[in-house]
């Protein structure tokens, strides 16, 4: 998605929007929902919606279907029933994905036209609620990224903020209660037709299949008044401006207001970066506001951390107070953790488990080195070369093993195939400068 291009049209309304709620802070958009079935605005959510792939929802239909019956007409049918308003939401496909540690997320599939739809909804609704987002929020926005949360983070520990409330919400995306988002969402769209489509989607069915098969099909987002789908296009802009609330409320507050503390929020994911002595007040203050909110802090897994002689993970990195192996010096910074770490080495050895060593080896270093780039792309900041190196000695040990497994070879990997041949001769990604032998596990 962030190599495709936004057509001239799209990007001059967004912009328009973006700097009318820019300039006029207190105005409220009354014209907007006409927008959503322009020809160019649907055509570029469909493009976005494509480019992020994904399974199809209840009714079964693919983007090669669409691509089949034809785009221009599925698209202009769509805008039809946008158009008379004949347009109905239908049921979100619920799957659950593992997560670390055994646990299941649920992830809300919506069909395709759903997903256009709500696309198009982002295009518009977007540019204007970024007006208003605070600079500590991080998350699904253009022009920001985690790396600026972690940056954010080690800036504030180094500013001397190093008591750290490690906060975890308890099931953000299902518990946001829909009126007073929609009232958050009113505050700046008054036009009716957009914000009743916005209800219709918080209150779609729910259809889940269990292990025998059997389908059930239930409205309990919609007879709770809670939750949005984690998994559709909305739901980031929405999970993102009803946190603007809690960080409104915070700064608002004396009681949180007089502590000085710094928020760093990526989508659900908090700390709270206080001066020494403070952390505490802070947490009391944080469970008070999240009750308000009717949100509620997960009290097993959110803690205290004194950062100058303990550690806290944070969108895959572990901050905590280091030591220069050239100077000996202390300072506080960041590197990968080590569950990032594990989890892509599980990876890697997936992806040279000895049922694959059908692939042709070209096809097989192409995918490790995919994952790799993906893996460094992202673990690119703080202090990164003991990782690296865990990473890289744990990729060149299977792939000899996988290697000699494909060739039958019984020999010394590392004289069958040594760093010239995996690196100069079959192309894989190099993460260090130099050779590493250093068991992953240790690093």
């Not at 670390?100 to 069909?111: A, F, H, T, Y």
């Not at 008591?163 to 958050?184: C, G, K, N």
């Not at 009803?242 to 928020?263: D, K, N």
């Not at 290697?403 to 192309?427: I, V």
Request: a positive charge.
């Amino acid at each position: 998605m962030g190599n495709l291009l936004t057509p001239d049209s799209v990007g001059k309304l967004r912009a328009a929007l973006h700097a009318k709620a820019k300039a006029e802070p207190e105005t409220r958009f009354h014209a907007l929902y006409d927008k959503l079935y322009r020809s160019d605005v649907l055509m570029h959510a469909y493009e976005r919606c494509r480019s992020n792939k994904g399974a199809p929802g209840v009714d079964g239909q693919t983007f090669a279907d669409v691509q089949a019956y034809g785009v221009q007409k599925w698209l202009g049918e769509l805008a039809q029933k946008l158009r008379k308003e004949t347009y109905e939401p239908k049921p979100i496909r619920r799957v659950n994905i593992p997560k670390p540690g055994g646990k299941l997320r649920p992830l809300g599939i919506s069909c395709l036209d759903d997903r256009v739809c709500m696309m198009a909804a982002v295009l518009i609704l977007e540019p204007i609620f970024e007006a208003d987002l605070p600079p500590e929020q991080y998350g699904y926005r253009s022009g920001i990224s985690a790396h600026d949360a972690l940056e954010s983070v080690t800036q504030g520990l180094r500013d001397g903020y190093v008591e750290v409330v490690d906060a975890d919400l308890a099931s953000y995306f299902d518990t946001i209660p829909h009126s007073p988002l929609l009232r958050s969402v009113a505050r700046r769209v008054v036009d009716r037709r957009m914000l009743s489509l916005i209800k219709r989607w918080l209150d779609c069915a729910v259809e889940e299949t269990d292990g025998r098969g059997r389908t059930t099909r239930t409205r309990v987002n919609r007879d709770t008044g809670r939750g949005i789908p984690q998994g559709s296009p909305l739901s980031p802009l929405l999970a993102n401006l009803y946190m603007r609330r809690f960080i409104l409320g915070w700064q608002r507050w004396e009681a949180s207001r007089r502590l000085g503390a710094r928020l760093v929020t990526y989508a659900d994911d908090l700390v709270i970066l206080c001066r020494p002595g403070t952390a505490g007040s802070a947490l009391a203050c944080l469970r008070v506001l999240m009750t308000k909110l009717g949100l509620s802090v997960n009290e097993t897994k959110t803690r205290l951390c004194e950062v100058w002689h303990e550690q806290f993970d944070f969108l895959g990195y572990t901050f905590g107070r280091y030591f220069s192996w050239r100077t000996g010096g202390a300072y506080y910074g960041a590197r990968p953790s080590k569950k990032s770490v594990k989890r892509v080495v599980e990876r890697l050895r997936e992806l040279t488990d000895r049922r694959t060593v059908w692939q042709d080896v070209g096809e097989a270093v192409g995918q490790i080195n995919r994952t790799i780039r993906g893996w460094r792309n992202y673990f690119s900041v703080g202090t990164t070369s003991g990782a690296y190196r865990a990473v890289e000695a744990y990729c060149t040990q299977r792939l000899r093993r996988w290697l000699l497994k494909k060739h039958k070879l019984r020999r010394n990997g590392r004289l069958a195939y040594p760093y010239e041949y995996l690196f100069d001769t079959l192309g894989l990604e190099r993460l260090t400068r130099g050779r590493s032998n250093r068991p992953w596990a240790t690093a």
